[in-house]
């Protein structure tokens, strides 16, 4: 069963994601590396939160018709008890198939933290910091949160000013939700291909160090 990671992308728009990568990187040092994720954090809490929202109600409800079967006060709390157990753990593997319920319970606050915190993390975990010219930049997308962020080594963060990938990251995720998710990402990855180009040209040594494209 394919994750939510491996949907956001049809194969042919994959290649293309790669091949833009590479043609970026062409005309500059730099390495540039997009990576999609499912999501950022199990958000336990928020799934438990809303298995109780949909359970407990279910849970007081239902006696007042089961009472008349099984000659039983409405108020039991024997029945109660006996009903939201299983009711609450049947509404949490529901949430587990459609994660997106528990977002009544995720502020955009929270959700934004946590792409950035597993942004940094990723970027560690690939290596992006090993590059020969500290020039290595994470597109990251995650796809539960419906944010994206870029993240870029020390080198140029020093010669390029970070606001310029905000500006970047505002756009992509604007296009992403119109639909147009192969053409967004593509058209980010060009645009960084160009700001780099101009403080780190092309060498003609220069090698291929990192994945051209990541699904998590």
């Known amino acids: 069963m ?7 992308l049809t194969e042919e728009q994959q290649d293309k994601v790669t091949k833009t990568v590479q043609q970026a990187e062409l005309t500059t040092s ?13 958000y ?3 799934r438990f939160l809303t298995s109780l929202l949909f359970s407990l109600p279910a849970a007081l409800i ?19 008890l006996c009903l939201m157990v299983p009711l609450f753990l049947v509404f949490n593997q529901v949430i587990i198939f459609y994660p ?10 929270e959700m934004e933290g946590e792409v950035q915190e597993e942004a940094v993390k990723c970027f560690f975990e690939e290596k992006l910091y090993a590059t020969r010219d500290a020039n290595g930049i994470l597109v990251f997308i995650s796809v539960f949160e419906k944010k994206a962020w870029i993240l870029a080594d020390h080198g140029i963060d020093r010669k390029i000013d970070p606001q ?10 604007a296009k992403i939700k119109d639909g147009e998710r192969c053409t967004a990402l593509c ?7 160009q700001i780099l ?7 003609k040594d220069d090698t291929d160090e990192l994945h051209n494209l990541i699904i998590k």
């Not at 009472?67 to 024997?78: A, G, K, M, R």
């Open 197 to 203: 180009q101009q403080h780190f040209p092309y060498k």
């Open 100 to 109: 997106r319920l528990a977002k009544l319970f995720l502020s955009n606050e």
């Open 62 to 80: 239902i006696p007042h018709f089961l009472s008349t079967y099984l000659w039983l006060e409405p108020d039991n709390v024997y029945l109660f």
């Open 44 to 46: 336990a809490k928020a």
């Open 187 to 193: 058209q980010t990855i060009s645009e960084i291909g």
């Open 2 to 8: 394919k994750t939510s990671a491996q949907h956001f």
């Open 164 to 173: 310029i990938w905000v500006t970047l990251v505002n756009e992509l995720t």
């Open 30 to 42: 730099g390495e540039i590396v997009p990576m999609i994720v499912s999501a950022c954090h199990d």
